[in-house]
């Protein structure tokens, strides 16, 4: 295959239901493109709270929305595209509280980011007036 | 298709255990934040979580133990964690749980741990 890039492209209606078949997209994606299972299981929760945000913060859950994941890999690495319609948000302004402090508040939310960021190589989020928003999850291919 | 979650709930004396199974996500978590809840309007607020079944979990599911535990350890009570696999585990240790949450290896592990420590301090 040598370095071809190859891309694989997942749309779905803006439901967490769909949250699963999202997964395992990206789980045979990374398979394909030589991840061990351990990264694999890192890049799929990755996406899930991407895809995750998308559907509850930026869509609503409103199912007339589309999530469109797009995957392409070489052999250095995976990057995924999750492209939502919604208002965006900016990355650099979720607040990194500690989990004692929203614990304390009573906090359901607010871990997301912080486990993308955790769990992938670079994530980063594109905001361009009207386009559609696109985040962006990198994972290296180690050989 | 979502993949299968559930609750089963059993007794050891005034500690409810709560066994999960499945994948705990933004799209199961609210019947697990159900199921904390009903044992909280039931005035139960011993409570261990079995998590030698749960395949999955994802910030959605992490955000329901965090949501209670303030309530759940003001009433006097505690939640412990128990059985959790390894790729479940690291999750939970990757964004610190292990320094607010007790966790044990056996549900018996759990309940003994009410005795040492009824209710833990954040």
Redesign the interface.
Request: glycine fraction near 12%; proline fraction near 0%; charge should be negative.
């Given at each position: 295959m040598g370095s071809i890039e190859q891309t694989f492209l997942l749309q779905v209606p803006s439901?967490?239901?769909n949250?699963?078949?999202i997964?395992d997209f990206v789980a045979s994606v990374g398979e394909q493109a030589g991840l061990g299972e351990e990264d694999v299981?890192k890049l799929e929760?990755a996406v899930?709270?991407a895809c995750?945000n998308a559907?509850?913060h930026a869509h609503g859950n409103d199912l007339t929305k589309a999530v469109t994941v797009r995957a392409t890999f070489d052999q250095q690495s995976l990057r995924i595209e999750v492209v939502d319609a919604g208002g965006g948000f900016d990355l650099g302004a979720v607040p990194d509280e500690s989990?004692?402090r929203?614990?304390?508040?009573?906090?359901?939310?607010?871990?997301?980011v912080?486990?993308m960021r955790?769990?992938v190589d670079e994530v980063s989020y594109e905001i361009v007036p009207g386009e559609p928003n696109r985040l962006r999850l990198l994972k290296h291919i180690r050989r | 298709m979502p993949q299968p979650f559930s609750v089963q709930r059993t007794d050891e004396g005034d500690i409810s255990v709560l066994a999960l199974e499945g994948f705990l996500d933004a799209h199961t978590a609210p019947i697990f934040e159900q199921a904390i809840q009903s044992e909280l309007d039931n005035g139960r607020a011993r409570l261990v979580v079995d998590g030698q079944k749960l395949s999955y979990i994802s910030s959605a599911g992490l955000g329901v133990f965090m949501g209670f535990i303030e309530q759940i350890r003001q009433e006097g009570g505690d939640l412990k964690i128990c059985g959790l696999n390894q790729r479940v585990r690291q999750i939970f240790e990757i964004l610190g749980f292990q320094a607010i949450y007790d966790m044990l290896d056996t549900v018996p592990d759990a309940v003994r741990r009410f005795s040492e420590v009824p209710t833990r301090e954040a």
């Open positions: 439901s967490t239901e949250l699963a078949m997964r299981s929760l899930d709270e995750a559907i509850e989990l004692a929203l614990t304390a508040a009573g906090r359901m939310g607010g871990l997301g912080r486990v955790a769990l | -």
